[in-house]
C-alpha cells in the first residue's frame, strides 16, 4: 500500500516501542485473526469490553463484527501491516448508531500488549471525527465503575459522566454539538 496516498481512515501509526501499525477500517478477512487474538486476551480486558465473560469469539461473532452495516456502524482496527487476513489485530474501536437517533455508541478494546501508548486515545479521536461526519449528536459509551483507564481516557478527550441504567456501569457521553476542544 503506498504511504503517500493511503485510502480514507488508513494511517501509520509508530508506537513508543517502535512497533509500527496500520490503523484501518475492520475488514471480514480479519474475523479469524480477530479470533486467533481473542484467546490471548486476559478475562478482565474481555470483561471490561463487552462488559461481561465470554471465553472464545465465535465464528459468528467474528463475521459480525468484522461487517459493520455501512449505513449505522463504524469500526477501526490496528493492525500489523500485512494483508488482511494474515495481520494480526492488537485493538478495535467500534461505533454504532442507535437506530432512530443521531446517538452513538462505542466500545474499544486496545489489548495489552500495545496498551498505555496513545492508540486508545487516537481510535477514540477517529470514532468522535465519523461521529462529527456523521453529524451525530452524542457519542456514549457503558465502562464499568472501576475502569480507571477508560474513565480517565473518556474524561480527557471531554465526555461527560451520567448514570447508566445498570448498577456497576458509568455511562460516559459526549456532546459532538457543543464546542470538544479536546476531541476534534
Ligand atoms: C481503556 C483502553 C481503551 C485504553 O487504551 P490505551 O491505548 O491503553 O490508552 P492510551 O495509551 O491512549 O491512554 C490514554 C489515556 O487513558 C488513560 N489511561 C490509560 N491507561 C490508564 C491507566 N492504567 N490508569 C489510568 N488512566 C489510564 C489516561 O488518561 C491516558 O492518558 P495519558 O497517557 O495522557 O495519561 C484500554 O485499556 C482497553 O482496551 N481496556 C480494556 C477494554 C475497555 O476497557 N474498553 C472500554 C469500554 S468499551
Given at each position: 500500500?503506498?504511504?503517500?496516498?493511503?485510502?480514507?481512515?488508513?494511517?501509520?501509526?509508530?508506537?513508543?516501542?517502535?512497533?509500527?501499525?496500520?490503523?484501518?477500517?475492520?475488514?471480514?478477512?480479519?474475523?479469524?485473526?480477530?479470533?486467533?487474538?481473542?484467546?490471548?486476551?486476559?478475562?478482565?480486558?474481555?470483561?471490561?469490553?463487552?462488559?461481561?465473560?465470554?471465553?472464545?469469539?465465535?465464528?459468528?461473532?467474528?463475521?459480525?463484527?468484522?461487517?459493520?452495516?455501512?449505513?449505522?456502524?463504524?469500526?477501526?482496527?490496528?493492525?500489523?501491516?500485512?494483508?488482511?487476513?494474515?495481520?494480526?489485530?492488537?485493538?478495535?474501536?467500534?461505533?454504532?448508531?442507535?437506530?432512530?437517533?443521531?446517538?452513538?455508541?462505542?466500545?474499544?478494546?486496545?489489548?495489552?500488549?500495545?496498551?498505555?501508548?496513545?492508540?486508545?486515545r487516537l481510535l477514540m479521536l477517529r470514532l468522535v471525527r465519523w461521529a462529527r461526519r456523521k453529524q451525530l449528536r452524542r457519542l456514549y459509551g457503558d465502562v464499568l465503575e472501576h475502569n480507571t483507564a477508560m474513565l480517565g481516557l473518556a474524561h480527557s478527550l471531554g465526555f461527560r459522566r451520567e448514570t447508566a441504567d445498570t448498577p456497576g456501569l458509568v455511562r460516559v457521553a459526549l456532546d459532538?454539538?457543543?464546542?470538544?476542544?479536546?476531541?476534534?
Amino acid at each position: 500500500m503506498k504511504r503517500d496516498r493511503l485510502p480514507p481512515w488508513h494511517e501509520y501509526k509508530r508506537l513508543l516501542n517502535g512497533r509500527e501499525l496500520l490503523i484501518r477500517p475492520i475488514r471480514p478477512e480479519d474475523a479469524e485473526p480477530l479470533r486467533a487474538g481473542f484467546s490471548l486476551l486476559r478475562p478482565d480486558e474481555v470483561r471490561q469490553r463487552f462488559l461481561y465473560a465470554i471465553k472464545e469469539l465465535t465464528p459468528d461473532t467474528a463475521a459480525r463484527l468484522t461487517r459493520p452495516d455501512p449505513e449505522r456502524e463504524f469500526a477501526l482496527v490496528a493492525a500489523e501491516p500485512l494483508p488482511p487476513g494474515e495481520a494480526l489485530i492488537g485493538a478495535v474501536a467500534r461505533v454504532a448508531i442507535a437506530p432512530g437517533t443521531r446517538d452513538a455508541e462505542f466500545a474499544i478494546l486496545v489489548s495489552h500488549f500495545i496498551g498505555g501508548m496513545g492508540l486508545g486515545r487516537l481510535l477514540m479521536l477517529r470514532l468522535v471525527r465519523w461521529a462529527r461526519r456523521k453529524q451525530l449528536r452524542r457519542l456514549y459509551g457503558d465502562v464499568l465503575e472501576h475502569n480507571t483507564a477508560m474513565l480517565g481516557l473518556a474524561h480527557s478527550l471531554g465526555f461527560r459522566r451520567e448514570t447508566a441504567d445498570t448498577p456497576g456501569l458509568v455511562r460516559v457521553a459526549l456532546d459532538l454539538e457543543a464546542t470538544a476542544p479536546h476531541a476534534s
